[in-house]
């Protein structure tokens, strides 16, 4: 099992796991480190504020441009084949980039 959060938040997964863990009995501490990828990533992905053409209220409004960089080393298991995944050895240079160049 793989675990991706997908939230604009530097290694969201890593805090995700941080709180699952927290919450475990210490018995299963050890399975899911084995078992459980937490996979970081970063989503680039706007969302700008527009009238709803439907009155939807699940209807979203995104740009066409999507990002999505997966760090490939915290994968438990095969790598996925997700179509419009991106996988990487170096997460934090996306990041990085994301942050000084559209943040």
Wanted: glycine fraction near 4%; include cysteine; aromatic fraction near 6%.
């Amino acid at each position: 099992l793989n675990i991706i959060a997908c939230e604009n938040m530097v290694r969201g997964t890593t805090q995700l796991k941080g709180h699952i863990m927290n919450a475990l009995p210490e018995d299963a501490k050890a399975w899911v480190e084995e078992h459980v990828g937490f996979v970081d990533s970063a989503v680039d992905r706007i969302v700008p504020p527009s009238a709803s053409a439907t009155n939807d209220p699940l209807e979203v409004t995104v740009e066409t441009f999507s990002e999505w960089i997966v760090d490939k080393t915290q994968f438990k298991g095969a790598l996925p084949n997700i179509p419009g995944m991106e996988l990487t050895d170096n997460l934090m240079a996306f990041v990085e980039r994301k942050l000084f160049t559209l943040n």
